[in-house]
């Protein structure tokens, strides 16, 4: 079992940046890939971003890609989303979600465990 907890959701402007951090405690964090999701209200979770259990691998979905940066630090158990160039489409809850093994899937049932979410909202 793996329990994750999003922090780092605000309210920002367009064009500002936001931190997301995920803490995650219980099996061996090292072991999982971890990702990001986010759901915006009437919408479909969707896929933002996930990166390898070592780091070595990252991908984003073509809406983020050169805004996003996915991160991890194994040490303390907490994996990133730094959010810059933020848009009002961006505003959604932003869920932490964890699988394994690797792959580079999109499908959020294909993660096992979830966060409670953040949520983010940036205003025009």
């Known amino acids: 079992q793996v329990q994750l907890v999003e922090s780092g959701g605000g309210l920002v402007q367009a064009g500002g940046s936001l931190r997301l951090s995920c803490a995650a405690s219980g099996r061996t964090f090292t072991s999982y890939t971890m990702g990001w999701f986010r759901q915006a209200p009437g919408k479909e979770r969707e896929f933002v971003a996930a990166?390898?259990?070592?780091?070595?691998?990252?991908y984003y979905a073509d809406s983020v890609k050169g805004r996003f940066t996915i991160s991890r630090d194994n040490a303390k158990n907490t994996v990133y989303l730094q959010m810059n160039s933020l848009t009002p489409e961006d505003t959604a809850v932003y869920y932490c979600?964890?699988?394994?093994?690797?792959?580079?899937?999109?499908?959020?049932?294909?993660?096992?465990?979830w966060g409670q979410g953040t949520q983010v909202t940036v205003s025009s």
């Open positions: 979600a964890a699988r394994r093994p690797f792959s580079r899937t999109t499908k959020a049932y294909d993660y096992e465990y």
């Open positions: 990166i390898s259990w070592g780091g070595g691998s990252t």
